[in-house]
């Protein structure tokens, strides 16, 4: 094995999990079986080098400048890679001995949650690395309270928050982090597992001794200087767990460079709408139901021109308010950049010039800045000074825009201008290539660079000045490899050097010429050939003093790029407001869910796009007066009409009403809704054995017993996956249970027309049904909603739309003549009147005297037919009727 070899394998034990990206020149180059797998995956040759026990080295390499892009599909794919630098200088190597091996260490492990870099990140979407530790609170399975603690180490933010066992799933899905961290012994719980999964991060698990509650707290003290994380607020033994367990991740993967992580911060879990995965789902808030952006909410709310700024509205969207006031600020600030139009559109544009400089920052900090990073501090210090001043007086105050305002006019303005007088404009990527001091900044370095640029220049100037000194015209400063530079001269003239030779030093006789040094040229030409690199270093020193600065004002440069970011997302969802003809919602603590004209953002969207447009609907689910419990509408139609959509607007519009945002309808009127659910609809889970009836049943499961008087339910279609009768019982149940027990808000989609009999027996429950009209034997979709219930679903005239044979849809019409006709009479009705009211079933618990068996039934229970005569069996129904009567 050679040296190199042998090094190799000692840093790849190290790193078992990892690829390792072994540096060896201008490449990081892969042996054994890290080659064999990144050949694959990444689609680059593999070769092979040298023996190993008798065999050939599979090896593959990519080159240094490109490291990024490949480092971006590995990470996609799932891989961890070791990235492993050469840490000392070949010369110095080689003073050790003709074959010692450069010294070379891992510098960081290159993870899903850990990146940095521009070209790995995207710009709308915070890269979450999150943690998670568990206690258990009791003795049964699902008694387990959950810490959470996740940070971008790309921006800084760092949050805790607890959770339990319900609740876990759906956090998950609102933090949406692309890695999580959990001690491999928790994975041995499967339904954890399968919940992590499920979130689609990427899974690593640790050894358990990460999350050491006893050492916790220490941890974190330590990391960032203070005497007990108490400086930072009270949190649980749990959460301070999970964070310090993030913190020694993050330590453990960036090798000795800090991130600059702000304070954990505790995020309380009451304060936001509790939205679960299958809900998020369902309404495609961040991602369609295939996983593209495009077509999802979020697509289509986001006006920001900033990646902070999409960054933060996609988290605000994620976890929507239930703090009414912290609602209003955010809605006072988007209503007054909607009233200045002037003053939004320069926002705007200034906000488009404004880098990201919470990413610069960070990389900054970690030592992976370049030059073009504090230009990016540069011009978002600069854009925030003219933002500023675009604002004038008291205006903002009283909103979201003043706190905003004044992150932003904290700005370090000494730095800036520090920033805008040392650095080009266009500087290189990497502060290594030079260049990036601007001229006049430094006069040193200004001296250095005209000897490295313009040498000739300054050594004709020297050569003048001889010249006219001396009176030699024929005197000339050459340059050759032996001498160097030297002065020539004719040797008729040379009388005139050598009388001086304590300035004048002879170096070589020609036949016809002497050549000669002074101290000025030999210190010129020594100046001369170190000028590169001496100006390179100078540059170097101004860079590590910037980043310095940067680091030392990190606080401050974050405050105001969150300043920034909050201001982009303000004026974003003012432009949408006035373009789309948004409203203003009254959000209040009252179970009001009054909509007028309101419409589904997305869809309205796509019908303008092709020229379309959109039928707005209402919608009323409060309660009456003195009710204690919100409405349910029963919506019958067919499909087609526009049931879904109608379901979907109103959860979207209770959405961006909670997120602060202004909302597609004339007018909104919205309770705080704590927790919204939605059923909407087909989906099997076969990973899982579940077919496509069992997850709609285990997801009607979770509303029913979760969903309260606060809450807003929407269902479609429960009960379609079975036979006809075992659905329509179990939607009947359904409302019954979300009228008489939960007193939710609700939505409830149905094509059983026989539930619509319930309204007579449900005080809160209304019939709605989408209008239709038939013409010429076709149905044509008038998709407004209104009072009453179908006699139908037109489903035939929905089938003959989607493209049906003729012959089959002929078919249909005379089957369906012949059911209708075995069956006229109104099987809603009879069921209505022989069914007693749910309300018996959600009575308060039977005394255990009522819950004893029942004498009579048990005397029928020993009986055999089969055994007893026509006589015997009437003299037995006589007294199972006498007994039965005198209980």
Known sequence: MTPMMAQYIEIKTANPDCLLFYRMGDFYELFFQDAEEASRALGITLTKRGKHLGEDIPMCGVPVHAADDYLQKLISLGFRVAVCEQTEDPAE????????????????????????????????????????????????????????????????????????????????????????????????????????????????????????????????????????????????????????????????????????LDPPAAEGASARMLID????????????????RAGSLLSVIDRTVSGPGSRLLAARLGGPLTDIGAIRLRQDAVERLARDTYLRERLREKLKSVPDMARALSRIAMQRGGPRDLIALAGGLAAAGEIAALFSGPEAEGSELGGALAGIAAAPAEFARELALAL????????????????????????????????????????????????????????????????????????????????????????????????????????????AGRSLALETEVFQRLCADAVAAGQTIKGVADGLAVLDVAAGLAHLAEEENHCRPLVDDSLSFAIDGGRHPVVEAALKREGGGFVANDADLGPDEGDEGGRIWLITGPNMAGKSTFLRQNALIA????????????????????????????????????????????????????????????????????????????????????????????????????????????????????????????????????????????????????????????????????????????????????????????????????????????????????????????????????????N
């Not at 521009?118 to 309270?145: K, P, V, W």
């Not at 609700?746 to 449900?762: K, N, P, V």
Request: proline share 4%; charged share 25%; hydrophobic share 45%.
């Open 93 to 260: 190597a080689k003073k050790r001995g003709s074959k010692s091996v450069v010294r070379r260490e891992v510098v960081r492990l290159v993870t899903p949650g850990t990146l940095t870099e521009d070209r790995l990140l995207e710009a709308s979407r915070n890269n979450y690395l999150l943690t998670l530790a568990r206690t258990r609170t009791g003795s049964l399975e699902g008694d387990a309270t959950y810490g959470l603690a996740w940070a971008d180490i790309s921006t800084g933010t760092f949050r805790i928050a607890t959770s339990d066992a319900r609740g876990l799933s759906g956090d998950l899905a609102r933090i949406d982090p692309r890695e999580v961290v959990v001690a491999d012994t928790l994975l041995e719980d499967t339904d954890l597992r399968r919940v992590i999964e499920e979130c689609g991060a990427a899974l690593s698990p640790v050894p358990r001794s990460l999350f050491d509650s006893a050492t916790a707290p220490e941890r974190l003290a330590r990391y960032y200087g203070v005497a007990t994380p108490e400086a930072f607020g009270s949190f649980s033994r749990l959460e301070l767990t999970a964070a310090a367990a993030a913190i020694a991740y993050v330590e453990r993967t960036q090798y000795g460079e800090r991130p600059p």
């Open 277 to 292: 995965p299958a809900t998020r789902a369902n309404l495609e808030l961040m991602r369609t139901l295939s996983g593209e």
């Open 424 to 531: 080009v404009d266009e500087p290189p990527l990497l502060a290594r290539d030079g260049g990036f001091v601007a001229e006049g900044y430094l006069a040193d370095l200004d001296e250095l660079r005209r000897l490295r640029d313009d040498s000739r220049k300054v050594i004709a100037q020297l050569q003048g000045g001889l010249i006219e000194e001396l009176a030699i015209r024929a005197l000339k400063i050459k340059h050759n490899n032996v001498l160097g530079w030297f002065i020539e001269v004719p040797a008729t003239h040379a009388d005139k050097l050598t009388a001086d030779p304590a300035r004048f030093i002879h170096r070589q006789t020609m036949a016809g010429a002497m050549r000669f040094t002074t101290t000025e040229l030999a210190d010129l030409e020594s100046r001369i050939a170190n000028a």
């Open 655 to 886: 959405i961006l009403a909670q997120t602060g945002a202004f909302v597609p309808a004339v007018s909104a009127h919205i309770g705080v809704v704590d927790r919204l659910f939605s059923r909407v609809g087909a989906a099997d889970d076969l990973a899982r054995g579940r077919s496509t009836f069992m997850v709609e049943m285990v997801e009607t499961a979770a509303i029913l017993n979760q969903a309260g008087p606060r809450s807003l339910v929407i269902l479609d279609e429960i009960g379609r996956g079975t036979s006809t009768f075992d659905g329509l019982s179990i939607a009947w149940a359904a409302i019954e249970h979300l009228h008489e027990v939960n007193r939710s808000r609700a939505l409830f989609a149905t094509h059983y027309h026989e539930l619509t009999a319930l309204s007579a027996r449900l005080d809160r429950l209304a019939n709605a049904t989408v209008k239709v009209k038939e013409w010429q034997g076709d149905v044509v979709f008038l998709h407004e909603i209104v009072a009453g219930a179908a006699d139908r679903s037109y489903g035939i005239q929905v089938a003959k739309l989607a493209g049906l044979p003729g012959a089959v849809i002929e078919r249909a019409r005379a089957v369906l003549a012949q059911l209708e006709e075995q069956d006229r009479r109104a099987p809603g009705e009879q069921l209505i009147d022989d069914l007693p009211l749910f309300a018996a079933l959600a009575a308060p618990a039977r005394t255990a005297a009522a819950m004893a068996p029942d004498p009579a039934l048990e005397a029928l229970d020993a009986l055999d037919p089969d055994d007893l005569t026509p006589r015997e069996a009437l003299e037995a129904l006589y007294a199972l009727k006498r007994q039965r009567a005198g």
